[in-house]
């Protein structure tokens, strides 16, 4: 019988300190409604340079470890109400990330003075962002596509923005945005400063830091990579025959309970098929891959926010920039290309101080890959047995 490791609710220590690193009293309102009183490690070593200082500066956060808060609520605090053009950017890879990250700046603004936040990006018509955009607008979400677009069509003047944010930025780089993001940054004033945020920092994302923030920006990262890996997530691996793989998935989902999660694959093809197979088996799942509509994907997230599915089946593509609360689990039912996928997927459990479990399937034909994946993340792996 397998035996997979369990894990409870870390004790929360209910002593504010978001005050200590200077944040106003309206936004750590905001925040403690939310039942965050402790900084995480990225936002502890980022923010008091984000609000005492006009900095560039690079961080290396992987999601779900708070980097949102680090560097939305020193965006919020330099916004001057009274200005109403647009003074901050944050750039992001997906459509997906960029509606979370408007629902968390709405929610830290509850108590603040009114700040002006629109949200756009691909896939919805650029004729409507227009039309919302000739209202007063003082922060932009957005993908860097659709942003590069309106402002081709002169519907966005960045010419007075103080911060732009490259938030998953190597995901930015990955899906293909570097010459979009060389476009926005052209066209921005010498005086702003770029905030990123990165996972990983891959040679490619290096190179853009190299041409466009100085060498003296301030690195910031947790001690021991408690960052970028997140460390209250448990790493599990299954070694297994690929015949045996269903079987295996169906155990551990067994094991689960009533806990909800993701399970990522390699193709979309995989993803249908699986998401095919787990219902016959009567599990409440759902799936997202590229070859859905749009619409077809919102419908499955929102069905599986509102937990109307238990499991959902995703490839990498279509899953980035998911922000879901208070998921146990992710299974690697095949293992990712690059390791910094490893990163990206784990970091979907274990958010907000919670901790979760990443469970990956390592066939014979996996096991060179395995060994790299271990060894380039310097991970500690459980066997599964």
């Not at 702003?192 to 910031?220: C, E, N």
Request: glycine residues 6%.
């Amino acid at each position: 019988m397998l035996r997979f490791a369990s894990f409870r609710e870390p004790f929360f220590n209910l002593l504010n300190m978001f005050k200590s690193l200077g944040v106003h009293d309206v936004f750590v309102r905001a925040l403690s409604e939310h039942g965050i009183t402790t900084p995480t490690e990225i936002q502890r070593v980022a923010m008091p340079k984000l609000l005492d200082e006009k900095v560039d500066i690079i961080a290396q956060a992987q999601t779900g470890t708070g980097k949102t808060i680090a560097f939305a609520v020193p965006i919020l605090q330099r916004i001057n109400p009274s200005d109403k053009r647009i003074q901050a950017v944050v750039l992001c890879p997906t459509r997906e990330l960029c509606q979370q990250l408007g629902k968390h700046f709405f929610k830290l603004t509850k108590y603040s003075e009114k700040v002006f936040v629109e949200t756009v990006y691909g896939g919805e018509p650029i004729g409507k962002q227009i039309s919302r955009l000739r209202r007063p607008t003082q922060v932009i979400i957005a993908t860097p596509g659709r942003l590069r677009e309106l402002m081709e069509l002169k519907a966005v003047d960045l010419s007075g923005i103080h911060q732009l944010v490259l938030d998953e930025a190597d995901e930015i780089l990955a899906m293909g945005f570097r010459k979009d993001v060389d476009k926005i940054l052209s066209k921005t004033n010498d005086f702003r400063k770029i905030w990123l945020f990165s996972a990983t920092i891959p040679s490619s994302l290096q190179k853009m830091i190299d041409d466009y923030i100085p060498k003296t920006a301030p690195k910031v990262r947790a001690q021991k990579n408690a960052d970028i890996i997140n460390p209250m997530i448990e790493h599990q691996y299954l070694i297994c025959d690929k015949q045996e793989k269903n079987a295996m998935l169906v155990a551990f989902l067994r094991s689960m309970g009533a806990a909800r999660g993701i399970v990522f694959v390699r193709t979309k093809g995989d993803a249908q098929t699986l998401n095919d197979f787990l219902q016959k088996q009567e599990f409440k799942t759902d799936v997202i891959h590229g070859d859905l509509m749009q619409h077809e994907r919102e419908k499955a997230l929102r069905g599986f926010v509102a937990k109307r599915a238990q499991i959902l089946v995703a490839t990498d593509m279509a899953a980035r920039g998911l922000d879901i609360d208070n998921l146990a689990y992710v299974v690697h039912y095949n293992l990712p290309d690059q390791p910094e996928f490893y990163t990206h997927r784990s970091g979907r459990t274990a958010r907000a101080g919670k901790r979760g479990l990443s469970l990956a399937f390592v066939t014979p034909a996996d096991t060179k890959k395995f060994r790299f994946l271990k060894e380039k993340l310097v991970l500690d792996f459980m066997q599964v047995r």
